[in-house]
């Protein structure tokens, strides 16, 4: 998969994170995991355009999300000018921007996750995640483990065998619309793809 999505002209850690989420969700469905497979998000970036309404209008307030880290809020804004084009990109995890580690959690902990549905783990009141984010935060290892065995389970949801699925010459159409696209498609169009 990632062989195919480096031929991407594009920044293929967001269609990598993009696949992870929506993969995330179907797992849901399944078990109620998702807090473990967010995870994920201790590596990649966000455009700008995701998340830039909680730095200027969260939820048409006029104000910024008041979950967020001020000093995190002035970084962002920096990154994500309120007119800009929303294309910038950013890291989902500040710390350790480059690592699958833990620091997603403690990130969260301080106020700094970068996707309203990332900082929501931490900052709902009452929610059950709280306490998963804490265990997570310190103690890698369990999280490391969790990871592990949730993504074994996603992977067995909904295998496609013999002539159920295929595997895309060009992984971001069809194998019957594949031909003579590959350098004719717009980023629009392989996006629209995922």
Same mark, same amino acid.
Not at 54 to 62: A, D, H, V
């Given at each position: ?20 989420e ?5 797992f ?21 355009? *995701?998340?830039?309404? #909680?730095?200027?209008?969260? &939820?048409?307030?006029? &104000?910024? /999300? ?18 800009? *084009? ?6 989902? /995890? ?15 902990q301080?106020?700094?996750?970068l996707l ?31 990871? #592990?065995v ?45």
């Amino acid at each position: 998969m990632f062989r195919c999505l480096r031929k991407i002209n594009l920044h293929w850690n967001n269609i990598v994170i993009k696949l992870v989420e929506i993969l995330c969700n179907i797992f849901v469905a399944w078990n109620s995991n998702f807090h473990i497979c967010i995870g994920a998000h201790t590596f990649g970036r966000a455009k700008c355009s *995701t998340f830039i309404n #909680r730095l200027y209008n969260f &939820n048409s307030t006029g &104000n910024p /999300d008041q979950t967020l880290n001020t000093t995190y809020l002035q970084t962002l804004r920096e990154i994500c000018p309120q007119n800009g *084009t929303g294309n910038n990109l950013t890291n989902l /995890d500040l710390t350790t921007p480059n690592q699958f580690d833990n620091k997603f959690y403690s990130n969260l902990q301080s106020h700094k996750g970068l996707l309203q549905s990332d900082q929501e783990l931490f900052s709902t009141p009452n929610a059950d995640t709280i306490a998963i984010v804490n265990s997570f935060s310190s103690n890698q290892a369990l999280f490391f483990e969790n990871f #592990r065995v949730s993504m074994i389970k996603m992977a067995n949801i909904g295998v496609l065998t013999g002539d159920q699925g295929e595997i895309r010459l060009q992984c971001n159409f069809i194998n019957a619309d594949s031909s003579g696209l590959s350098s004719g498609a717009s980023k629009d169009e392989l996006l629209s793809s995922f």
